[in-house]
């Protein structure tokens, strides 16, 4: 019997190769795949202004790259014992003000150079939903958790989201011709919001999406909404919070991303890959013995190998690591 309803995810074209250089930004969703990716040691570089979950604050974190944008102090605000920046995550947060502007800048210079080589751009939209400080009109990728009268919320429209993210493709693509996009839906309810406006938020951003998957070649869409929302359609696959994927969700979500976005030639190198950094992950009980020693060597010369057959791999940490207390 079939229990659920079957989802054909066309493959990409040009599918995700190891060698390529790949950008992740967006929600909170971004993070679960750019962390999967990392762990199979694709060259990754993920959320440079933290997590972002609104089309505006997305747009301009790419504008900012795209002309190599460096901060200075003026663009920072003092609120709760913290220096903070209207387009950053509150993990550049900190009390002084010049390591603030220094791990900012030195994220802009990172993705600033990143960009201009990057094979892939994957982005993950979370909400509609944009705040706008009173004062001036800007908006903000994060509320720092100011007073609410400050900020004025508003649901952009589909041409909103559709024209300013148009016109950052359009430049994205005069800096580098050769990058291919791919968009993602996040399937994390922003039930603050309420249910209905959520699914009114939900359905601008896939609207719009569209939209711009028919109006530029190299742009595409790849569906984690639908696979958690519609496929698996069951409150057992989100964590206590009824709002966020749980873990057989997102493995489900990574899964068929493997299938339909990554080349088929690189999932065993996938699988060897995964094998080493899950004996990474393993913490012994009994690292003195004979046991663990032979662990260690038997791991590392499965990298030397793996490294000698696909050098474009990058295993040095993992090598390090297993160097330790080995004969060789």
């Known amino acids: ?42 060259k990754v570089l993920s959320n440079p202004h933290g ?8 747009a301009a974190s790419l504008d900012s790259y795209i002309s190599t944008k460096n901060y200075n102090e003026s663009e920072l605000f003092y609120l709760n014992e913290l220096w903070n920046s209207w387009d950053h995550h509150t993990r550049f947060s900190g009390t002084d003000i010049t390591s ?34 009173k004062e001036n009109g800007k908006h903000v990728a994060n509320n720092h958790r100011a007073p609410a009268q400050w900020f004025e919320k508003k649901m952009l429209s589909i041409d909103e989201i559709t024209s300013g993210f148009g016109a950052t493709l359009t430049r994205l693509f005069a800096l580098n011709p050769a990058i291919k996009i ?10 603050r919001d309420g249910v209905v406006d959520n699914n009114r ?10 939209e711009l998957c028919s ?32 873990y057989m969700a997102t493995s489900y979500v990574w899964e068929q991303f493997v299938n339909t976005a990554i080349r088929p030639s690189d999932h065993e190198i996938m699988k060897q890959v995964q094998e080493i950094t899950t004996s990474r992950a393993h913490r012994p009980r009994f690292p003195d013995t004979m046991a663990h020693k032979k662990f260690m060597e038997n791991n ?29």
């Open 1 to 42: 019997m079939q229990f659920t309803l079957n989802l054909e995810i066309p493959p990409l074209g040009q599918p995700i190769k190891y060698t390529d250089k790949i950008m992740l930004i967006g929600s909170c969703f971004t993070e679960h795949i750019s962390g999967r990716l990392e762990q199979h040691k694709f």
């Open 51 to 58: 997590i972002l979950f609104n089309p505006l604050s997305a």
């Open 100 to 133: 603030v502007l220094g791990h900012i800048n030195q994220s802009q210079n990172e993705a600033g150079a990143f960009i201009k080589e990057a094979d892939w751009l994957i982005i993950t939209l979370g909400s509609s939903f944009q705040y706008f400080l």
């Open 182 to 191: 791919l968009f993602t839906i996040s399937p994390v309810r922003h039930i």
């Open 201 to 210: 938020s939900k359905a601008r951003l896939i609207e719009s999406v569209h």
């Open 215 to 246: 109006s530029f070649n190299s742009v595409f869409y790849f569906p984690a909404y639908e696979l958690v929302i519609d496929i698996l359609r069951d409150y057992r696959f989100y964590d206590i919070d009824f709002v966020h994927p749980n």
């Open 300 to 328: 590392l010369a499965k990298i030397y190998a793996i490294m000698e057959k696909y050098p474009f791999l990058d295993l040095s940490e993992e090598a390090n690591y297993f160097s330790q207390n080995t004969r060789f």
